[in-house]
């Protein structure tokens, strides 16, 4: 298995556009994650689906952020518009049980 | 609510010495634990992971934990380290059924030098 997939691995985007990262989890997971990382905040669980249900999105900053799993094979994090602020590492990671299986990263710089 | 405290946010040390990167975690009721390590520009990776069952568990790259039910600790722990330990290292606990989200500590640098 590939892991989990991440696009794109980095994004560089001007305040006030929209950015959509994208997550494909391991096959057969049924649980996925959205995280952020950021040297003042640390890891930040941001909302998590499971069976492609959000069940918890209570860690997104804003009504900036929404994030969608139309399958289970994909999901999206979308911010519109983007702010400086929002300049992080993105994380996405999937699960079956317990142990979560992270994907690499999406880094988004916002100018 | 359950919480997670690693007590060290950086940890320098000499190549071959051994290392303990200390974690504590506050829960009302049975836990899973695990260590997660971030090498530079990477995403996270697991080292090891308690479920059930025996309180010492090993993991990768011979590091292991001790998991202490009392004392609410899961310290990890390697007796030799190399240089390429060097690393973040997240300690993390979830406490409900499978498919829940963890909550992860601040995390340790582990700095490893000649």
């Known amino acids: 298995d590939a892991g989990v997939i991440q696009s794109p691995r980095h994004e560089v985007t001007e305040m006030g556009q929209e950015v959509t990262l994208r997550c494909k989890p391991i096959s057969g997971h049924n649980s996925l994650f959205w995280y952020r990382q950021t040297m003042m905040r640390g890891l930040e669980l941001l909302i998590y689906f499971n069976n492609n249900v959000p069940i918890d999105d209570s860690g997104m900053p804003e009504d900036r952020f929404s994030a969608k799993m139309p399958n289970a094979s994909f999901s999206t994090l979308k911010i519109q518009p983007s702010e400086p602020r929002d300049s992080a590492v993105y994380f996405c990671?999937?699960?079956?049980?317990?142990?979560?299986?992270f994907g690499p990263g999406t880094r988004l710089t916002v100018l | 609510a359950q919480s997670v405290t690693q007590l060290d946010s950086q940890v320098p040390v000499f190549e071959e010495a051994p290392v303990e990167l200390r974690c504590n975690y506050s829960s009302s009721v049975s836990v899973y634990l695990f260590w997660y390590v971030q090498y530079p520009n990477q995403g996270l990776q697991l080292l090891l992971k308690y479920l059930s069952g025996s309180t010492l568990v090993k993991g990768i790259n011979g590091f292991e934990a001790e998991f202490n039910k009392s004392q609410t600790s899961f310290h990890l722990r390697k007796p030799s380290v190399h240089i390429s330990d060097t690393a973040e290292y997240f300690c993390a606990v979830s406490e409900g059924q499978a498919g829940t989200a963890l909550i992860f500590g601040k995390g340790t640098t582990l700095s490893v030098s000649s």
């Open positions: 990671a999937s699960s079956f049980r317990f142990e979560q299986f």
